[in-house]
């Protein structure tokens, strides 16, 4: 009976994928299998005790200080629904250092995922960002970017003022910063219907529970589900195409091309004493296809599969490491490679935990798990289990298209000096 049990619950998760379910419908399906604690319950209490809330820090739940330890280094409090969502989406975006989820604006302390919403909090982020690479604003505009600020009433499938988009400003530049990007996106036309973002003062932050941390990381095949079928990633496409992300102010220097191998020009490069990753900007579709070779293009930005065999790295055993063609984020190291006998590069782990995100893939009638870049989203490859089983049994089935080799020697000249450890 158990079997058959766990079977049910599984299919609702999955039927409620397709059919569009609220993230509390799914989770509660998948509480049957312990998949999570507690949901939501209740009304929502009055929105106007956000503005008012003076909760007081405690030692366990205590919220974050408001701001960094230096000039550059800074917090924001935003929102924009769904907080596994929001995180994620932040996650990629240059200059950010951290995010964390968790509840802003309600009655009391220490709230809780079972009890959030009737006390009037809403689902918020603390993002931790470096100031010298991206602003407030910035923040901002990539938030509405990737949420939508038009509902008054909810997030896409999830109702209620606590799926609401917010952001809270420390400081009146960062309110004028916030109302500035409202009023430049409300100016371009770019949705029906008004922008309704709360810009609210900077309230006391409370860290959610560890399972809501890092959610899509921890677990992808339900967020991938949850997300796929809330409608947000179409909404996105709609009103914004691939201009998700807002160049950071101040500028920062997009990784140029030179060879058809590579976005970074390697012949008439410095020594490189920074992060280069770090820097990234994404180039819109139309100039990576300027300079990206087809191949290229198609693996990392069409989700393309490149011939067995046939590729630049399927039997490389130099000692180095292997970063993102569009990005130049590290993923792979040479000392978790393997000859798989497949044609294609194959590793046991990624270069540290969390450098890929894993992502459902249905097509071509099966189920796979997608491996993407964090920073660039770059199509990269599959995972599988089918790997060495001394060596945890995972296969990391790449695309060489997708990478760029780095060798141990030129590793600390071109910015890699941090990972000597991991090709020793």
């Avoid at 219907?193 to 900077?202: N, R, V």
């Avoid at 060596?391 to 000597?420: H, T, V, W």
Wanted: proline share 5%.
């Amino acid at each position: 009976m158990k079997i058959y049990t766990t079977l049910l619950v599984a299919i609702l998760i999955i039927i409620g994928g397709f059919l569009g379910l609220s993230r509390i419908s799914t989770q509660k399906a998948s509480e049957s299998l312990n998949l999570a604690k507690v949901s939501p319950t209740g009304t929502i209490a009055p929105f106007s005790s956000e503005v008012t809330a003076t909760a007081t820090p405690t030692e366990r739940a205590s919220p974050t200080s408001a701001r960094g330890t230096s000039t550059q280094i800074k917090k924001a409090v935003l929102a924009g629904g769904c907080f596994w969502c929001v995180e994620s989406d932040l996650q990629k975006y240059t200059g950010v250092i951290s995010v964390v989820s968790g509840y802003a604006g309600g009655s009391g302390e220490n709230p809780t995922y079972k009890d959030y919403a009737v006390r009037g909090f809403r689902e918020v982020v603390e993002v931790t960002y470096d100031a010298s690479k991206v602003s407030y604003g910035n923040l901002v505009e990539y938030v509405i970017r990737h949420s939508d600020a038009t509902d008054t009433g909810g997030s896409f499938g999830d109702r209620g003022i606590e799926y609401t988009s917010a952001a809270y400003f420390s400081s009146p530049a960062e309110k004028s910063s916030a109302e500035s990007v409202v009023n430049a996106i409300e100016g371009k036309k770019v949705y029906e219907k008004s922008l309704a973002l709360y810009i609210l003062p900077a309230v006391a932050f409370w860290p959610a529970e560890e399972y809501h941390q890092d959610y899509a990381i921890k677990n992808p095949i339900r967020y991938s589900y949850y997300r796929n079928a809330s409608g947000r990633d179409d909404f996105i496409k709609k009103h914004w195409g691939t201009n998700t992300v807002p160049t950071p102010t101040p500028k920062v220097s997009v990784v140029s091309v030179s060879s058809k191998t590579t976005l970074t020009n390697t012949k008439n490069m410095n020594t490189i004493t920074n992060r280069p990753w770090d820097q990234f900007v994404k180039p819109s579709d139309a100039e990576l296809r300027k300079l990206l070779t087809p191949m290229q293009y198609s693996v990392t930005q069409k989700d393309g599969t490149e011939k067995p065999f046939a590729n630049e790295y399927d039997k490389n055993y130099e000692a180095g490491i292997y970063v993102d063609i569009v990005s130049g984020e590290p993923l792979y190291s040479s000392k978790d490679k393997f000859d798989s006998g497949t044609g294609w590069p194959s590793f046991v782990k990624p270069i540290t935990e969390g450098a890929v995100i894993e992502k459902i893939d249905k097509s071509f009638f099966s189920t796979r798990t997608e491996i993407r870049s964090k920073i660039a989203d770059s199509h990269v490859g599959h995972v599988f289990d089918d790997g060495p089983k001394d060596r945890g049994g995972k296969r990391y089935c790449m695309n060489s298209a997708a990478l760029r080799f780095i060798p141990k020697a030129e590793m600390q000249k071109l910015g890699y000096g941090d990972y000597l450890q991991q090709v020793d």
